[in-house]
């Protein structure tokens, strides 16, 4: 009889990162069971808008339950960008200025921490 196969999430799955291992991942489903984390719908269409893509904010723990639930592994490769201040001009010399959105700071520690 054949092993079980481990179930894996990969939150972060529409992102450039998480796109790679979540199909590598699936081109071995002989051996695991993918399952995607996205953020949008629109995330979700683009990785293949399959079943086992769920869609969640990764900092609202209730939306996150159906995704985690019988998971055996954590793929982490969800990650906030920090956007640049606007008005910066590169001809004034000097160096642009970030900021996260409203929440996003943390956010890596937030998801590996819970
Ligand atoms: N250790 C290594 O060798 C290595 C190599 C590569 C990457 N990494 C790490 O992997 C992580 C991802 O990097 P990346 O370049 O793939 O980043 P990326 O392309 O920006 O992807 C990050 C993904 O996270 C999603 N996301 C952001 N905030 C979210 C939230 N609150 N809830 C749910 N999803 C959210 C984004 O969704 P949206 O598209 O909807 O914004 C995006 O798809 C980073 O932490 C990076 O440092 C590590």
Redesign the pocket.
Known sequence: MAAPRPTVLV????????QIVFSKLRERSDQFAARG????E??KQKIGGADDVYV????EAEHLAPAVQGADALVI?????PKMKPGFDPTKGGRPEFYYEDG?YG??WAEESD
């Open positions: 939150t972060g799955a529409g992102g450039r990162t998480g984390l996205v953020r949008s629109e995330s969640a904010d990764i900092r490769l969800t990650s906030a960008s996003a956010l890596d």
